[in-house]
């Protein structure tokens, strides 16, 4: 009876040790993926108190270069280091290791895009019990809502749009929308499209004609407004939710030979898209404050690490750059 005890201690014993030793190197793992992503610099990273990941897709959208500066210019003054763990717009599931590296690893916070399409709610409770705070942001909060929510309300910029288009076109406007790729099941829920068709009631018979979701990337911007010109010579006047959908749009307007024929009210500010404003290609950009988002993000990483709530949802503000007339 005492060997069959004593055999029994052994075996738990053994099997208690492999578990210890998985848990170890699932930690050293998840530790070694970490020391393979790029901090914001390596001084902040010698002298920070705390680690946070930073889950962003990559992406050639402007839009989120601004939300990583304005979290590289915040992080000394909440003593973070950031781990950026960026991941490929057409495979979303790689956000979702990233997360699990992330948390295995006992980082110190968690900053990630939250996408509209999908219920984040309960990631943000497994991150609070685990005491780890959570950061949501992005352009729309995902459906159901996220407390401290950090967003830019493409509704606001849709009734912009709608506005500077039916300003210069009046009752004539018909309007293609180049919609996000990750957006909402239905054209008619997007917020971008919402605002764009009521600004647009307020101009006699203008109204949207056609919506379309573009792809990732400059060409694919540049073929979904290609596609949406060819499919209904009528459009006029395209609204743009990206800096990517915005290049290739005008891109598209150019080979078509339809500048000045066709407006385009873009979104964000790079190089390029100031080009074509100087141009007259596009009528206007509309630009969101991400890096004010960015600053943001770090401002609640810090608050919720000291023992306060997440806070309500906050919006970004935005500014028009006009363009030349053509």
Known sequence: MKRVTWVLAVLFGLAFLGSTLLHASLVLASRKALADIVLNSSEDARGALYHVAVVLPDTEDSFFDGLAEGMIESAAAAGAALHFMRYPESDPERADRHVETAMRAGLDGLVIYASPGRDWVPLAERASREGLPFVPLGRDPPSGGLDGFIGASTLMLGLEAGKIIGQR???????????????????????????????????????????????????????????????????????????????????????????????????????????????????????????????????????????GRPGDAVEAGFSARQGARP
């Open 169 to 307: 076109l009046g009752a004539s406007a018909r309007v293609g929308v180049l919609l996000p790729p990750d957006g909402r099941s239905g054209y008619a829920d997007e917020p971008l499209y919402r605002g764009v068709a009521a600004s647009l009631s307020a101009y006699g018979s203008s109204l949207v004609v056609a919506a379309q979701r573009a792809g990732r990337g400059v060409l694919s911007g540049e073929e979904a407004a290609s596609s949406m010109l060819r499919s209904d010579p009528s459009i006029n006047a395209i609204v743009c939710t990206s800096s990517a959908d915005t290049v290739g749009a005008a891109q598209a307007v150019i080979d078509m030979n339809r500048v000045g024929k066709v407006l385009i009210v873009g979104a964000d500010e790079t190089p390029d898209i100031a080009r074509y404003l100087e141009r007259g290609v596009l009528a206007a950009s509309l630009v969101v404050d991400s890096r004010w988002m960015g600053g943001q993000a770090m401002a609640a990483f810090s608050r919720i690490r000291a023992g």
